[in-house]
């Protein structure tokens, strides 16, 4: 079967840190290019960084750039979201996704709250 499973949101004050992780299975995870999106409330979902294995590449969207750091493990079929400096404005529901082949897969998503 193929899944995502979200993990690791909560509650943070502004300033702090949380760790997402995103567990995988049922798909070629070493052969797929992984993505975090998340979606605030109110708002649409958007892009917040991903990893592509084959060519060992980061990207960053320019709000989470030097904060954020996405990370994957293949041998654990694992990616990871480690969030710094936190900011109210990093509220919002996060999302991991899968590329692979031309089929796509979607977690169910993780909410992360920053608030004092």
């Known amino acids: 079967q193929v899944q995502l499973v979200e993990s690791g949101g909560g509650l943070v004050q502004p300033g702090g840190s949380l760790r997402l992780s995103c567990a995988a299975s049922g798909f070629p995870f070493s052969d797929s290019a992984m993505s975090w999106y998340r979606q605030p409330p109110g708002k649409e979902r958007e892009w917040v960084a991903s990893s592509i294995s084959a060519v060992g590449t980061t990207n960053y969207a320019d709000s989470v750039k030097g904060r954020f750091t996405i990370s994957r493990d293949n041998a654990k079929n694992m990616m990871y979201l480690q969030m710094n400096s936190l900011k109210p404005e990093d509220t919002a529901v996060y999302y991991c996704?899968?590329?692979?082949?031309?089929?796509?897969?979607w977690g169910q998503g993780t909410l992360v709250t920053v608030s004092s």
């Open positions: 996704k899968a590329k692979y082949y031309g089929l796509e897969v």
